[in-house]
């Protein structure tokens, strides 16, 4: 009998085996459409001096913005102004003072809805105490070494001017988009984009505007970071994780630790954030990370990608691979991160009240609502209150990733980078593009620049370069998209 179901079980393997090999043989290519690549000339020197100029305005978004130096964001739109003339011209133009920037520019195709495209001219400080860390001042603007250098090359002055880069060559050859573009620039997303990209988005709800496609930031192209893929990955975020912050507080009579109470509220609130961090939230299998791997898959090695095309056979396998580096942990589930604690202001006083904050990235498919649910449930405490701090969002709906929007710029990618598999993928942080969500049929979130696993610690860290290749490689991108044709 035993033998029966020992021959009965390796069938069954084997079958499976057989099948998901016959599935990954006859599953396709994902194809990408076809877009010519701009053959407008791209003076590598002169844009890179530009961004280098950009890079030297300081438009440092703060928390505090009274403790702190008034951002140089005025000067820098000033700056734009005399460095794209004909886009100032000829763009019909919107300026939110302090806040951002809007221009319009009138496609061929009346009858076709309109495409933004956004981008942040703010940027985060530089960490008191790190200055000397950096090979070039961070807002001295170097070029050197083949390098821009300075905060905002990376995150995300680049994408702002290659985008008025390309608009600029275009109109200087009598170029017109097919779509009509907005190029929508915010001044505060580092801080939420609750005043730039805000203002800007209710702006074009009150005129009626319905949009294609958002592209912002997001996404990029990697190399080096998934394991066994034999080309550089182009990911296009086609969807976004929510954002929330909750308050866990408690409080108590006090006194003096001589004498301590049985109600303390930092062992309370201590205890409600360990118990928390022990109830991780599920391992799933987002939609946009199944297209990821559905995509990635023929670059892999046969064993990888016989995996990764059976997801209903190998689900548990590669979830197990994911679980093992946090990096891609984060895309199979909401993660929780306890980064606040105060409490007490002497070593000898009990303290009367503690409070805690624990930032959550909520994966599409989860809820702020249901979070906040399971913390209640996993602290089991009525003497610890747990609140929803200000300035949540929930995880943005999918966008399609075969739609006429997504093809044109894959296709443009493609035609750009023609070293590279291109592929949907989930934004783990916040960007600017969720405040257009309800004005646009889909929102994806690319930009143009390659990255290396060591250079994500230049994005917000320190060191913020970008080669003059990669950077006069995205003007070239911005001016294929643009002039795409009709898919």
Request: glycine share 8%; aromatic share 6%.
């Amino acid at each position: 009998m035993l033998k029966r179901a020992l021959l009965f079980v390796v069938i069954l393997i084997g079958t499976l085996v057989v099948i998901a090999v016959a599935h990954t043989a006859l599953t396709p290519r994902v194809s990408v459409a076809v877009v010519p690549l701009s053959q407008l000339p791209v003076d590598k020197q002169a844009v890179a001096e530009r961004l280098a100029a950009a890079v030297r305005f300081s438009t440092i978004s703060w928390e505090d913005p009274k403790a702190q130096p008034d951002s140089q964001l005025p000067q820098l739109i000033a700056f734009l102004r005399s460095s794209y003339p004909l886009v100032f011209s000829k763009l019909q133009q919107e300026e939110f003072p302090g806040l951002g920037l809007l221009l319009k520019w009138p496609g061929r195709d009346a009858q076709a809805l309109p495409v933004l495209l956004a981008a942040h001219l703010d940027v985060v400080p530089v960490e008191p105490g790190t200055e000397a860390g950096w090979q070039h001042p961070p807002f001295s603007g170097d070029i050197a070494d083949g390098y821009i250098w300075g905060r905002g090359t990376l995150d995300d002055k680049l994408v702002a001017l290659s985008i008025l880069e390309a608009a600029e060559a275009m109109l200087a050859q009598g170029l017109q988009p097919r779509q009509t573009l907005y190029f929508a620039f915010g001044g505060d997303e580092e801080i939420g984009g609750e005043q730039g990209a805000a203002h800007i988005a209710e702006h074009l709800r009150q005129q009626g505007v319905k949009l294609d496609y958002v592209l912002d930031e997001g996404l990029s192209i990697t190399d080096g970071f998934i394991a066994g893929l034999k080309k550089p990955a182009a990911l296009i975020g086609i969807g976004q994780k929510g954002y929330a912050t909750f308050a866990l507080s408690a409080s108590g009579p006090g006194g003096h630790s001589s004498v301590p109470v049985d109600l303390n509220p930092l062992v309370l609130v201590s205890r409600a954030v360990a118990r928390i961090d022990a109830s991780k939230p599920q391992l799933t299998m987002p939609e946009p990370v199944r297209q990821m791997l559905a995509g990635i898959a023929p670059e892999t090695p046969p064993a990888m990608r016989v995996a990764l095309s059976n997801l209903w056979l190998s689900k548990p396998l590669v979830q197990a691979i994911f679980k093992s580096q946090p990096a891609t942990r984060a895309m199979l589930q909401t993660v929780v991160s306890p980064t606040v604690f105060r409490s007490g202001e002497k070593d000898n006083i009990v303290p009367q009240q503690a409070r805690a904050e624990i930032n959550v990235r909520i994966l599409p498919g989860d809820t702020v609502a249901a979070v906040r649910q399971r913390f209640v449930k996993a602290v089991d405490d009525p003497r610890v209150s747990i609140e929803l701090v200000a300035g949540s969002t929930e995880p943005t709906p999918v966008s399609d990733s075969g739609s006429p929007g997504y093809r044109t710029l894959a296709g443009a990618i493609h035609s750009t980078y023609p070293d590279v598999v291109v592929a949907p993928g989930l934004v783990l942080a916040l960007t600017d593009s969720r405040h257009y969500v309800d004005i646009a049929q889909n929102i994806y979130r690319f930009g143009p620049m390659r990255l290396r696993p060591e250079d994500l610690a230049r994005i917000h860290g320190s060191n913020e370069r970008i080669s003059v290749e990669d950077y006069a490689a995205a003007v070239r991108f911005f001016a294929t998209l643009m002039s795409a044709p009709a898919l």
